[in-house]
């Protein structure tokens, strides 16, 4: 198994411009989760899905951010218009029900946002 | 509110057990201890959990004391590799209860 995969590793853009960051879960996980990591607020969760469904997006810092799966194998985080505060590394992470076996996160995407 | 606490920061020295404790007095009868790790750069890294015995598995040693109170993550022969932040959480094992970060341990193993 390739484990949770995030696209792109790096990404850059301005201010203003749209950011769209990817993730192929684990196969047979259906769970998946997004998180945040900056150095002043540390790992935050975002939003989860749960057999694609959103069950809890209270951590989505505001509207310019959402978050979609539309089937099992994939899902984005999109940041519309993206700001220089959003600058974080985004993670992905899968799991089963109950979590035995804990999370499974990918690499993380670096987003800069000048 | 936090539900753990753990030291900021250790050192240990390589090829030598790395004891890292946590403090989680208000743990409930159906919370598990879980230990995550995240090496520089890497996404977090399941290790190990446990709900009231002593867990082990081929990266680490997970003790819990019998009040379930505190717990040790051991990692028996520290190498470098094993430099990280190590994070202790409690929560049920189910999903609705979010995984949710603390500042964890920072461990510094040296040669």
């Known amino acids: 198994d390739a484990g949770v995969i995030q696209s792109p590793r790096h990404e850059v853009t301005e201010m203003g411009q749209e950011v769209t960051l990817r993730c192929k879960p684990i196969s047979g996980h259906d769970y998946l989760f997004w998180y945040r990591q900056t150095m002043m607020r540390g790992l935050e969760l975002l939003i989860y899905f749960n057999n694609n469904v959103p069950i809890d997006d209270s951590g989505m810092p505001e509207d310019r951010f959402s978050a979609k799966m539309p089937n099992a194998s994939f899902s984005t985080l999109k940041i519309q218009p993206s700001e220089p505060r959003d600058s974080a590394v985004y993670f992905c992470?899968?799991?089963?029900?109950?979590?035995?076996?804990?999370?499974?996160f990918g690499s993380g995407t670096r987003l800069t946002v000048v | 509110d936090a539900k753990t606490t753990q030291p900021p920061s250790m050192d240990c020295a390589e090829g030598r057990a790395a004891n890292l404790p946590c403090n989680h007095s208000t743990i409930s009868g159906n919370e598990y201890v879980y230990w995550y790790r995240q090496i520089h750069s890497q996404g977090p890294q399941y290790i190990i959990h446990?709900?009231?015995n002593n867990e082990t598995n081929e990266m680490a040693s997970l003790i819990i004391t019998e009040d379930r109170k505190s717990s040790t993550l051991i990692l028996p022969h520290a190498t470098l590799r094993d430099t990280a932040v190590y994070y202790c959480i409690v929560r049920v094992p189910y999903n609705t209860d979010k995984l949710i970060f603390g500042t964890g341990t920072r461990l510094q193993v040296f040669p």
């Open positions: 446990g709900l009231k």
């Open positions: 992470a899968s799991s089963t029900y109950p979590d035995r076996y804990g999370y499974t």
